[in-house]
């Protein structure tokens, strides 16, 4: 199985702050990334996929970027609303893991 | 609309088997792969594997070779996720996930997903 490895596992940052959020693949993946959101008790929500592309209604404060091994998620400008955990996922040949997960909370 | 709905929470013993059903309707279900998701209290998201609606083929995460079974009932819509020799280390949230219509590529990420279903281990 391919291997992702998040960093940093958690992250204090304030309301504004420009927050970066990095993801290595064991071997290369292409583009073949997505990025979710995560609140406590609930199901992932999608917020990039194919690296760089921004689902449907997710704000343009999200951009992702990155191919082969190495991606990266950014928020611009981080709001109240954003304080939750954040996953990437290779979805490459028929496999899905997951990176160990990136926990974004109030400085 | 899309709705992908899981069957309830489970209390088993270790060495005991589980079979946690997905349900799906809004949609042709051959049309798209099913995935299961799993999520251990306090910890990340583990990718159990995947199945082809259409024709039943299948891949598990390598952790869980010979201990998981997917399966598919075109005739209910229904998925189906079995796991045996079930240890307190399986005790989690399970999912079931399903990919967007603006997916087109062989392998998706999943933007549908069932509602979880807990599944606890313990003797």
Redesign the interface.
Known sequence: ?IQMTQSPSTLSASVGDRVTITCRASQSISS?L?W?Q?KPGK??N?LI??ASSL?SGVPSRFSGSGSGTEFTLTISSLQPDDFA?Y?C?Q???????????TKVEIK | QVQLVQSGAEVKKPGASVKVSCKASGYTFSNYDISWVRQAPGQGLEWLGWISTYNGNTNYAQKLQGRVSMTTDSSTSTAYMELWSLTPDDTAVYYCARAPPFCTSVSCFFYYWGQGTLVTVSS
């Open positions: 199985d073949w997505a979710y995560q199901a992932p999608l996929y194919k689902a955990t996953y996922q979805y490459n040949n028929f496999s899905g893991t997951f990176g160990q997960g």
